[in-house]
């Protein structure tokens, strides 16, 4: 007999991340994590996949990057000491590694521009130390989630040649450098000077690698720089001007040649990387990246991330019209490498031809295979102005036909994120506890084109009611759902709308708002994305139209609340900072409605993706207590 998911299993799942061709595209490097009980942490190795052989190539955790020097050399970085960085050569056809080089600072990236010369960012600080334990803020934002205090930071911008031992400066100073990318002839980056507020806006700046000559592309002016790719003399970036949907529209594609100079190969509607949620993966989404003059990114369609080939004349053809959901590519010689989650399922690693498909592992199959995953049940339900829109809903993973159920409706961050038909854990756990669960895209979302995403100014009015009209349809489909016990959970932007939801309606018996925000004009101030994120989501400041804000604000309703709630929040979340989740938690106190807050130190806004492991499952254990206490 099959297990039922259970909190736990998050020690079972395989995660994989990072992946990485060699030159010849005939080897795959990736990264391997798995949590681990006995050490509360995630251990990491390195694996190389060649032809039907998948191995490990370096076991040590403690390591941050690695690229490819050649076919049969890895060049691994170690985590920065003291404002040293350290790196390893792993030698594949003997697994051995030697020492490489040091680099005295706090490297953030590493790339090499040929044998024995890299560029590389390098974190290091433009104010003046103080000689006591006094901070000093000089500038906005002055922290950054999970980092701590990062005033006065900036990356700067270095070549290093490794048989000298030498190093040059390219941008230093108050200049903060982002997206790093080289070829064997330029060095491409974007950047952007400032003093007491960091710019929304980037410049494109290229470095020949001989002579280290400067050319800026593009001004600093013009665009927010998203990622940036070099193949030869051909520079690819991602850049909105944001004049039709503020600062989070979706960047579109630009290409630089010298024959050309900028110009916009792409519009796009949709983020160039994978915003599907998931709790079950790790690491960052490949953007873009190109070879042959062939623009490989990613784009999220309803709920999927699909892969894209875009070509130099404007053509952009899907390169996976069937795939559900994929979140890292690496490109070969005869076709590319894809990390996906299938329908309902956990991430594996395929290999991808136009007219083939091989799935290359099944780090995961012994789980699926082994545990009860409720398949998802699809359900159509129509807004107030007429459109169709689509959820989900879990039935009880142990489901008997006749008897009736609780249900919990889960909301996605971001806004722009979006809710795929993809293995969700959370979502897993709570089936076989008992519970329906349900959850779609309201307006808001990513995926569906920039004007459905478009919420700005909307907060807590078209996403309320799309959210409210889905719940009425499932409701109204699944009369095994008992509407009498029914809770609302969500993090994020789905803390925000959690708490909105408790001030707007008494409908759900309980609740667990995570990472949330409950007042704007606190917010503005204490977020280290509150000065940009805000203003653009608001559409006004504190001191434009302070009460715009406060509307917005559940804090300002809060005295109507009555839904049991849990607050959960982590002590280094400075994207929603403790403050926002205290000022809710305070007033339901205040007006004696049954809460309780749990908090997490030492851990971000991520506590929910890749906090330390015991407290992943004590988040997990704190839902499930409070919803079996006031939903059975």
Known sequence: MKKGVEKTDLYQLHLLSGLKASPSGNR????????????????????????????????????SAFLWENEHTLLIQMPAKEQKT?????????????????????????ERISEQHYAYLAEESVQKQNDDDTIVLTQIPFWDNGVGYISGKRNHLYVFYEESQTF?????????????????????????????????????FTFTTDTLRQTELLNCDTLRIEAVTCEKDTVVFTGTDMQKYGNEEAADVYVWTKEQGVKKLLDCEHYAYCNIVSDCHVGASTSILMKEQ??????????????????????????????????????????WYTLEMEENALEEIYYRKPDDCQKLTAWNAEYLQTHRHVQPKEILYTNREGGIQKGWILYPADYVEGNRYPGLLSIHGGPRCAYGNVFNHEMQMFATMGYM?????????DSFGEEYADLRGKYGTIDYEDLMAFTDAVLQETPQLDSGRLGVLGGSYGGFMTNWIITQTDRFQAAASQ?????????????????????????????????????????????????????????????????????????????DVESRMCLFPQENHELSRSGKPKHRLRRLQEMADWFDAHLK
């Not at 623009?295 to 069937?322: Q, W």
């Open 515 to 591: 990472r949330s925000v409950a007042n704007w004009t606190s917010d503005f101030g204490t977020s280290c994305i509150g000065y940009t994120f805000d203003p653009n989501e608001m559409q006004t400041t504190p001191w434009k139209d302070v009460m715009t804000m406060w509307k917005a604000s559940p804090l300002a309703y809060a005295n109507r609340v009555k839904t049991p709630t849990l607050f959960i929040h982590s002590l280094e979340d400075y994207n929603c900072p403790l403050s926002e989740g205290l000022q809710m938690f305070t007033a339901l106190q205040y007006h």
């Open 28 to 63: 795959l490097v990736y990264v391997h994590t798995q949590m681990a009980e006995a050490s509360d942490t995630y251990e990491k190795s390195l694996w190389l996949l060649e032809g039907k052989r998948n191995f490990c190539i370096y076991q040590k955790q403690k390591f």
């Open 86 to 110: 350290e790196f390893v050569r792993l030698h594949l056809d003997t697994l051995c590694t030697t020492p490489a080089f040091t680099i005295p600072a706090n490297v953030v990236q590493l």
């Open 437 to 445: 669960v349900f959850y779609t895209n309201p307006r808001g979302s």
């Open 168 to 204: 040059k400066a390219l941008f230093a100073g108050n200049w903060h450098v982002e997206n790093l990318s080289v070829s064997n002839t330029q060095i491409v980056c974007s950047a952007q000077e400032y003093s007491t507020k960091k710019p929304l806006t980037q410049g494109i």
């Open 294 to 335: 062939i623009v490989y990114h990613l784009k999220n369609e309803e709920g999927r991330c699909l892969l894209y080939a875009l070509s130099m004349d404007g053509r952009d053809i899907c390169l996976t019209p069937k795939a559900n959901v994929i979140r890292d590519i690496a490109v070969s010689a005869q076709g």
